[in-house]
C-alpha cells in the first residue's frame, strides 16, 4: 500500500529546482512502533509513480520532508493502516490532497506458466 498526494489549486507540488508542476506522486512509507506500544515514527519516500518505485528512483519535490511522529489514541494499534492513515491527515494538513492506494501488480503482463 501507498499514498498518493496530489497537487491542490492552493497547494501545487513541483520538480526540486525546477517550476516544473506535477499532479500527483507516489509514496511509501517506513515506521518504527515503538517499544511502549503507543508511539510510531514514520518516514515518507516519494516517487513519480508506482514503477518508479518499483525501480528505486526517488523523485524530489518541494513537499517538506516529512518524519511524523505519531501518539496513538486510546484503542489504535501499531500497524500499516495506521501509519498510513496519519501519514495521509499529515499530508492534507500540508495543504495536498492524499488517498491511500493498494499496490497493484505491474507484471499483469506476464502469464503464468506453472501448472
Known amino acids: 500500500m501507498g499514498l498518493l498526494i496530489k497537487s491542490e489549486k492552493e497547494k501545487q507540488i ?5 517550476d516544473f508542476v ?6 511509501r512509507i517506513t515506521f518504527v512502533a515503538k517499544p511502549n506500544g503507543r508511539e510510531m515514527e514514520v518516514a515518507t519516500n516519494i516517487y513519480a509513480n508506482q ?3 518499483e ?3 526517488l523523485l524530489y519535490t518541494d513537499i517538506p520532508p516529512n ?9 489504535e494499534s ?7 492513515a496519519y501519514s495521509k491527515l ?8 492524499c488517498e491511500i492506494v493498494p499496490e497493484q501488480s505491474l507484471n499483469n503482463d506476464i502469464p503464468n506458466t506453472e501448472e
Do not use: C, D
Open 67 to 75: 518524519n511524523f511522529n505519531i501518539v496513538l489514541q486510546e484503542g
Open 78 to 84: 501499531q500497524s500499516i493502516q495506521t501509519a498510513l
Open 51 to 53: 514503477q518508479m518505485y
Open 55 to 57: 525501480e528505486g528512483k
Open 22 to 27: 506535477v499532479n500527483e506522486v507516489y509514496a
Open 14 to 18: 513541483k520538480i526540486s529546482g525546477t
Open 90 to 97: 499529515g499530508f492534507e494538513q500540508l495543504g495536498y490532497a
